[in-house]
């Protein structure tokens, strides 16, 4: 009955949920195939005809097959293989003439693959680092022959140690080599010329001179080597760089690149750092002391996600304004933004399979979806304004639409007190049987408590009189006497008739050796054969463990079993320091022979 | 057919290197950060099996020169208890690069985290050295020295700490050095700042009322515990606390709907199912506190308190034999400290179970239990009193008088410094004892009926 009720409840709390639900359900397809972050997620109108596709850099099952895929509607419009993995797309406007159709840009290892219309139209590579000029000086010689291998793989060590411009692959290489394969490997590669090559680990775009929403945008680079490149939309040549103290993760920016911008990159050391147009050093740092996983500005606050479930929104000084826990690890993060009622909202993908949405520390919404959102992104898609784009862990992928009537309202998630509040506490129930022996309590209370005190105490006297005598006839596994602090262990092992018993025996004191002690086996000759019945002891360095074994030979084919005493003693004294009694085993060799 | 075409789409004109044609021999070297990104993209989604398969992927490839993925397989090992394997990996780093002031910290950390504080302290230094301006090795210096002891190194390098960067666990750690000197002034001093610093953190609130608490400042205490519930309703340590407060005033059923959060939160908990009881007994459902009570005693069957408390409830119903036996348990495990509050619990301990004594008939057990509390007692007259009337029943006319006389003495000396006043005493971690004391002093129908068998005579 109670079962039934309950889910009675509960399906209709899932209807209502559905009724009052914001969000449409477009299409779910979990088998998408489609693995990827959301900074390879875009929305863009990319032929120009209003309808807009979604472009994404797909890493493949496994991050074994990068593809450039572009979907429009449910369907996946086209598919190329990429040369390397995906690090992230955007799209931007290189230039202002007709027709404004959108290039993509795609950031994979050093170099940013630019498409227009979907064609390959540009490939940018990273400039070369400049390399160490001391290894560059080395290798020169070296391929004059004036080094040899050993000599070089010093100086080369020596750099290592100490230089601030890291070593080349090559000479890595090199230093990791065994000395046969030296001269080889100098032979073979001295020809080159060392070079040093960085990868792109993020990008964004910055609108050039105009804030326009169908301006011109530059393309922002975050590289390996702590740097920050802005390149020119046209040319493609770096009109400005940054260095960083870490490497970035994810970058915000807003303002434009003529007039006066703020960028804002998260780290791989946990810290944030805000840069202005004219400054070529961070200016502000948000030290989080945890890794950031996702970075959305909305208006003027920076909200960052922490791997440790929490979202804080930072001012773009870098004063934390609050702190918002989540019930789950945030996988994903990206911006929400509602044009026509002006509102701006953050997203974060949870591990627990639900998107939370926020304004400031409010949470708006819940979306609850079957698989954990790994990616998602919100805009404009199809012809459809207000459109929801997940994917999930399992390379699911989740479209909804935000419905035109939906309204976000703050307290459309949790509220009031916990449902925790709600719940009967789980009290143990007391029986008929408990009452009835508190009222005889009551009663005969006094009775009761003479007999539990004269047994009680009867109880105790024979436990002093057991240990007592335990401490007379030294039976006791472990001595008490101050001079040889022992301790004494048995065991018995085999099936029979031929036992193998252990003893062990340790000096528990902390510096004295105990010397002069004695064995003795006491047991029914009847039953039982010992090859010595008494042996003396070797002499016992404290702390040691001593196992000393001897055979015991079952002569009883009956079955029987018997108690074998062990006594120690010191020589001279007829009173054991201790004794143990050893519970044999009946034999089973003979039954079995 | 399409998938050639698509192919055929991707070759790209501009780049330099694909035209010229392969140089010979010599192998191109990959760029060993080839996906560093991409591990720790992994990484932060906390998705460490594929952290791990790329990980393996570029070791394989730059055979095992790629710090950053030692780096982060060795965090990942540290997160999954391995911590000696990852101290390994990270010394590995500490060779590749020996300039990078985060591969010490790390190998500190590990260092840390296996106890070997001396060594850790050590590495710290050294990493200082590279960077002077961190705060996360100033503050970790600092938990360092305390493990060592070393309290004054430690509140220098928690200074330090704070005054690069103010961070909120730097803050709880040297609160924690003043509560360890035994300073609570100080301790509250520091607290503040961090609340001023961080309004929001529960935890610093949650410390900061518990201290007000044991201070007696109760107003702040609970404006404190109050707006830890504000930004965490769920808040374990605060709701125990406010809701001992509340059954200090009688609120038993809204201390009862608070808990009813912790119970869903910490089913287990001994000081919780203890506080349940009493609010029980408070409300005279004393068949529900004691099931609760002995929840709680078999949950933590060494704390006193909540012997204590069963004793006092099975007084209030008259089992004398079963109040005799919490009570006698109590005193066992009662803890010997000097403080003022655990002399009065002594007292009371005795008392109570003299009362019982006399109650079973066991005279002369009862005049040592009496004997004892009037030792242990300073300023409680009903002690004296119900020690007279034993005395009396027993025909010692002397030895009652003499007790009676002490009695009067003390009710002088109340009458004196105005009402019965007692100084109100809370453990920090226990937020039950103020309640039972209340109990103790005001509520218990023993001594009402202990007086009223005085006026009768």
Known sequence: MAAASSSDSDSGRAESSEASSKWLDAHYDPMANIHTFSACLQ????????????????????????????????????????????????????????????????????????????????????????????????????????????????????????????????????????????????NQHKSKSIRRQTV?????????????????????????????????????????KMSLPSVPVFLEVSGQFDVEFRLAAACRNGNIYMLRRDSKRPKYCIELSAQPVGLVRVHKVLVVGSNQDSLHGFTHKGKRLWTVQMPAAILTMNLLEQRSRGLQAVMAGLANGEVRIYRDKALLSIVRTPDAVT???????????????????????????????????????????PPAQAMK????????????????????????????????????????????????????????TAREPLKLHAVVQGLGPTFKLTLHLQNTSTARPILGLLVCFLYNEGLYA???????????????????????????????????????????????????????????????? | MAEQRLAMRTQFPASAESLKPRLKKAPEFPILEK??????????????????????????????????????????????????????????????????????????????????????????????????????????????????????????????????????????????????????????????????????????????GLLYLQLGIYQKAFEHLGNALTYDPTNYKAILAAGSMMQTHGDFDVALTKYRIVACAVPESPPLWNNIGMCFFGKKKYVAAISCLKRANYLAPFDWKILYNLGLVHLTLQQYASAFHFLSAAISFQPKVGELYMLLAATALSFFVAVALTNLDDTENARRAYAEAVRLDKCNPLVNLNYAVLLYNQGEERGALAQYQEMEKKVNLLKDSSSLEFDPEVSEEHPSSQSHHLFLWSQSPLWKRNQLKHQHK
Not at chain 1, 548 to 575: C, H, N, P, Y
Not at chain 2, 112 to 140: M, P, R, S
């Open chain 2, 35 to 208: 996906q560093n990104w991409l591990i720790h993209l992994h990484y932060i989604r906390k998705d460490y099996e594929a952290c791990k398969d790329v990980i393996k992927e570029q070791l394989q490839e730059t055979q095992g020169l790629c710090e950053y993925a030692i780096y982060v397989q060795a965090l990942i090992f540290r997160l999954e208890g391995n911590i000696q394997e990852s101290l390994e990996l990270f010394q590995t780093c500490a060779v590749l690069s020996p300039q990078s002031a985060d591969n010490l910290k790390q190998v500190a950390r590990s260092l840390f985290l296996l106890g070997k504080h001396k060594a850790a302290t050590e590495v710290y230094n050294e990493a200082a050295k590279l960077n002077q301006k961190d705060w996360e090795i100033c503050h970790n210096l600092g938990v360092c020295y305390i493990y060592l002891k070393q309290l004054d190194k430690a509140q220098d390098q928690l200074h330090n700490a704070l005054h690069l960067n103010r961070h909120d666990l730097t803050y709880i750690m040297l609160g924690k050095i003043h509560l360890l000197e035994g300073d609570l002034d100080k301790a509250i001093e520091i607290y503040k700042k961090a609340v001023e610093f961080s309004p929001e953190n529960t935890e610093l609130l949650t410390t900061l």
């Open chain 1, 375 to 417: 990616s998602l992104c919100f805009g404009r898609y199809g012809r459809e304004d207000h459109t929801l784009i997940m994917t999930t862990r399992g390379g699911g992928l989740i479209i909804k639409i935000l419905k035109r009537t939906a309204v976000f309202v703050e307290g459309g998630g949790e509220a009031g007190p």
């Open chain 1, 43 to 186: 929305l863009a109108d990319l032929h120009g005809d209003g309808e807009y596709k979604l472009v994404v850099g797909d890493l493949g099952p496994g991050g074994q097959q990068p593809r450039l895929k572009v979907l429009k509607g449910p369907t996946v419009l086209s598919e190329s293989p990429l040369p390397a993995l995906p690090a992230a797309a955007a799209t931007f406007l290189m230039e202002q003439h007709e027709p404004r159709t959108p290039a993509l840009a795609l950031a994979s290892g050093p170099c940013v693959y630019v498409y227009k219309n979907l064609r390959p139209y540009f490939k940018f590579s990273l400039p070369q680092l400049p390399p160490n000029p001391l290894e560059q000086d080395l290798w020169n010689q070296a391929k004059e022959d004036r080094i040899d291998p050993l000599t070089l793989k010093e100086m080369l060590e020596g750099i290592r140690g100490k230089a601030e411009v890291p070593l080349s692959v090559q000479s890595l290489r090199f230093l990791q080599l065994e000395l046969s394969e030296m001269e080889a490997f100098v």
């Open chain 1, 530 to 593: 010992l090859p010595r019945a008494f042996f003396k002891v070797p002499l016992l360095v404290p702390g040691l463990n001593y196992p000393l074994e001897t055979f015991v030979e079952s002569l009883s084919d009956k079955g029987v079993s018997d108690i074998i005493r062990v006594l120690v003693l010191r020589e001279g004294q007829s009173a054991p320091l201790l004794s143990a009694h050893i519970n044999m085993p009946v034999s089973e060799g003979l039954a079995a022979a």
């Open chain 1, 425 to 480: 506490l789980n009290m143990p129930r007391k029986t008929r049987l408990y009452v009835d022996q508190t009222l005889r309590e009551r009663e005969a209370g006094t009775a009761m408590h003479r007999t539990f005190q004269a047994d009680l105490y009867l109880l105790r006297l024979r436990a002093a009189r057991a240990y007592a005598q335990a401490l007379e006839s030294s039976l006791s596994p472990v001595s008490a």
């Open chain 1, 200 to 240: 792109i680990t993020t990008m964004t775009t910055l609108k050039k001179n105009l804030a326009d929403e169908d301006a011109v945008s530059c393309l922002v680079l975050g590289t390996e080597n702590k740097e920050l490149l802005v390149l020119d939309p046209e040319a493609f040549t770096v009109l400005a």
